[in-house]
């Protein structure tokens, strides 16, 4: 089965800055022919939703990352992104990319630490 990779967290002070990124193991997973997510689970916590894309581009956010926060995607390079601003300590999270649906295996994540 297809395996996405997320990318891109580290450690950032508040206020900074990141950029995920999310690839599919296969070429044949067209990321961008599918609506995709982004989801973020804290230490704790249950996994929960932080951003969404779909046919045309429509996009939603989570009303904790709204206005902070950007999904988008590369058609050529077959990636999903998520610009983080503004980033805050309540943001850190470990960063996961799948469908919208939840269809895919969940892969590792990538670490986001919104610290001084």
């Known amino acids: 089965q297809v395996q996405l990779v997320e990318s891109g967290g580290g450690l950032v002070q508040p206020g900074g800055s990141l950029r995920l990124s999310c690839t599919a193991s296969?070429?044949?997973?067209?990321?961008?022919?599918?609506?995709m997510g982004w989801f973020r689970q804290a230490r704790g916590n249950e996994r929960e939703f932080v951003a969404g894309v779909r046919a045309g581009g429509y996009s939603n956010y989570a009303d904790s990352v709204k206005g902070r926060f950007t999904i988008s995607r590369d058609t050529a390079k077959n990636t999903m992104y998520l610009q983080m601003n503004s980033l805050k300590p309540e943001d850190t999270a470990t960063y996961y990319c799948?469908?919208?649906?939840?269809?895919?295996?969940w892969g590792q994540g990538t670490q986001v630490t919104v610290s001084s």
């Open positions: 296969e070429s044949g997973f067209r990321i961008n022919a599918i609506a």
């Open positions: 799948n469908t919208i649906s939840r269809s895919v295996n």
